[in-house]
């Protein structure tokens, strides 16, 4: 079966420091990895994905995540966190074919602090 | 980005009344919308796909006929919410798929409240 993994439920980093919010998917064939983003009360938005190409992508707000196949792991990445990073994160992953429908993770509280 | 609307932002409803949720992609046409339900603090659960023209594609576990989805035109999905109960309570996000940027767009979600 299809699955995400986040396991941490949240993250705490101080502002200025580098986060990394960890993330390991299980499918069969090849992944469509993606992190989105949600604020209070609101809907996702996207940060970034992976189709193919490159394992370390660049997405939007200064985060990057790597794609790393031995590991199945596509871990979110920011070199310098801001307090307005506060949010929930989620990962997920869309089978073979494209943008079909997503299979998320539990979603990952980050948490900055001044 | 592309822009997905959904209306209303928030609802509460009385137990045993239905409930329409709307989801419009503004600018590009969506033959593909999907629906997702949020509980507090936990992740989107995929419900149903939604086909314009077709009946919709529920998910293991999902009344269809509890959730009602009609996807008649290009850029509008509608979630039905029959017979509403407390359980209902959720936070309803859709996303649209826009087909020739191969992308897909989220929706600023659905508070729905029953009492």
């Known amino acids: 079966a299809q699955s995400v993994a986040q396991p941490e439920d949240q993250v705490n980093v101080a502002e200025g420091n580098p986060l990394t919010v960890k993330c390991t998917y299980s499918v069969s064939g090849n992944p469509y990895l993606f992190w989105y983003v949600q604020y209070p009360n609101r809907g996702l938005q996207f940060l970034l994905k992976y189709i193919t190409g490159d394992n370390l992508v660049k997405g939007s707000y200064g985060f990057e995540a790597e794609f790393n196949k031995s590991q199945t792991s596509f871990h979110l990445k920011k070199p310098s966190a801001l307090v307005s990073d506060s949010a929930l994160y989620f990962c997920?992953?869309?089978?073979?074919?494209?943008?079909?429908?997503?299979?998320f993770g539990a979603g990952t509280r980050l948490a900055v602090h001044p | 980005g592309a822009v997905v609307s959904q209306h209303p932002s928030w609802v509460i409803c009385k137990s045993g009344t239905s409930v329409k949720i709307e989801c419009r992609s503004l600018?590009?046409?969506?033959?593909?919308m999907f629906w997702y339900r949020q509980f507090p603090k936990q992740s989107l659960m995929l419900m149903a796909t939604?086909?314009?023209?077709?009946?919709?594609?529920?998910e293991q576990g999902v009344e269809k006929d509890k959730f009602l989805i009609n996807h008649a035109s290009l850029t509008l999905s509608t979630l039905t919410v029959t017979s509403a109960h407390p359980e209902d309570s959720s936070f309803y996000i859709c996303?649209?798929?826009?087909?020739?940027?191969?992308?897909?767009?989220f929706g600023p979600g659905t508070r729905l409240t029953v009492l």
């Open positions: 997920a992953v869309s089978l073979s074919g494209g943008y079909n429908k997503l299979i």
């Open positions: 939604s086909n314009e023209g077709s009946k919709a594609t529920y």
């Open positions: 996303s649209a798929r826009d087909h020739q940027r191969n992308e897909q767009f």
């Open positions: 600018d590009f046409q969506a033959t593909t």
